[in-house]
């Protein structure tokens, strides 16, 4: 089966008249990526990363390409799936001949196909993957863009403990990201001495939490924290949690809860639920309005998490490519690894894996509707709400 080729965006290069076609040495710089552009899985993710892969496309071209080229990107759609796309990285590299390639959407994804360019010793930029364990193999070509998930209820976790809560209850898919969340969860709330009173993991598929959450409300945690790799499990837990009449002092909805499309299907059921972010549009971050202004006159909406996330990891990219000078993977690894900038997303820095040691998530919390940062203290751009108040109260 052919793959689903959704964008081979169009190059433009201005001549005066009279002058001859570029050379050889003006073509295009191709870029090969997968997006999860189809499948139930990733599909919403993986239409706002594509959006910021192309982005950062039509920016680049606009400052005149790099290493003299304009760049043009193809992307496949993987359709959520980890074996599509790991045959779809090797067409790229083997029969495409693209010039260089990026990640594809999320963890489960980018652990499916890394081991393909680092086969081929081709450098990938990891846009949208953040799961420790994909760094812990060895590989030499794989550069993580993001802070680690694995503490990604940090922030919920230290404003449950400075707020007086003492007890904590996990429930998460069984899945690579999830379960990393939920590792780590846990180890942060043992040392900001809270209890972990349950911890519960579901099968893949599950869309009937009810009979689980009753068994954590009889446990009467102080913080829920669940966590998924799919959006629709989450909304799922939020809506059966007020069915069942489960009520928290905080909860926390990873890694989804801070897209858009959460607080559009719940409306608001999504109000006083936390989630961590890479990104947040009123970040004092360089460059972060005129991405968001520039996203919205492209794709007339917001971005997401996973638009910055990937206009960042393209930004990262070619930046390196201007200071190594080459396409060469050694020179490109050499230079991302001393490599030190700042992007829409902060901080980029990366130790001898590859691994981010720069980028800091921060705690989103919807109120009103919209989702404002409410840790850590520096960015804060609200006071959180707090305690969440009964269903029943709402």
């Not at 990363?49 to 290493?67: I, Q, S, T």
């Not at 990026?102 to 990891?126: C, F, N, Q, S, W």
């Not at 193999?137 to 694995?150: E, N, Q, S, T, W």
């Not at 690579?176 to 993991?201: F, H, R």
């Amino acid at each position: 089966m052919e793959p689903k080729l959704l964008s081979l965006a169009t190059w433009v290069v201005a001549f005066a008249v009279g002058l001859p076609w570029p050379s050889l040495a003006q073509q295009p710089l191709r870029i090969g990526a997968t997006m999860s552009l189809t499948g139930a899985q990733y599909s919403v993710q993986g239409r706002y990363g594509r959006e910021g892969y192309l982005l950062c496309e039509k920016h680049v071209n606009a400052e005149a390409g790099v290493l003299g080229r304009p760049i043009q990107l193809v992307i496949y759609d993987d359709e959520s799936d980890g074996k599509t796309a790991a045959r779809l990285y090797e067409k790229l590299i083997v029969e495409d001949k693209v010039d260089a390639v990026l990640g594809p959407y999320g963890t489960a994804i980018t652990e499916a196909v890394a081991d393909v360019p680092e086969k081929h010793r081709k450098v990938m930029v990891a846009a949208n993957a953040a799961t420790s364990s994909i760094w812990e193999k060895g590989r030499r070509y794989l550069f993580m863009v993001l802070a680690p998930i694995d503490s990604a209820a940090a922030g919920v976790v230290d404003l449950a403990a400075r707020n007086g809560l003492r007890t904590v209850a996990i429930l998460n898919q069984d899945a690579l990201l999830p379960k990393a969340v939920a590792s780590g969860t846990s180890q942060v709330a043992k040392k900001q001495g809270l209890e972990v009173v349950s911890s519960e993991t579901y099968p893949d598929g599950t869309t009937d939490f009810s009979a689980t959450l009753k068994r954590l409300k009889a446990v009467n945690p102080d913080v829920l924290v669940a966590a998924s790799a799919r959006l629709d499990d989450l909304v799922a837990v939020t809506r059966q949690m007020k069915e069942v009449d489960f009520n928290v002092k905080m909860l926390s909805s990873l890694p989804y809860g801070l897209l858009p499309e959460y607080q559009d299907r719940l409306g608001r059921d999504a109000e006083f639920v936390y989630s961590a972010t890479f990104w947040e549009a009123a970040l004092p971050n360089p460059g972060n309005p005129e991405f968001v202004a520039a996203y919205q006159d492209e794709f007339k909406r917001a971005p997401a998490v996973q638009s910055a996330n990937s206009y960042a990891g393209c930004r990262i990219f070619v930046e390196a490519l201007r200071r190594a000078g080459t396409t060469d993977s050694e020179r490109l690894r050499e230079t991302l690894l001393v490599l030190r900038t700042k992007t829409i997303l902060g901080d980029f820095a990366v130790d001898q894996r590859g691994f981010q040691v720069g980028q800091k998530a921060v705690t989103i919390q919807w109120q009103g509707g919209k989702q404002v940062v409410v840790w850590p203290d520096d960015v804060a751009s609200a006071r959180m709400r707090f305690p969440t108040p009964p269903w029943r109260e709402r």
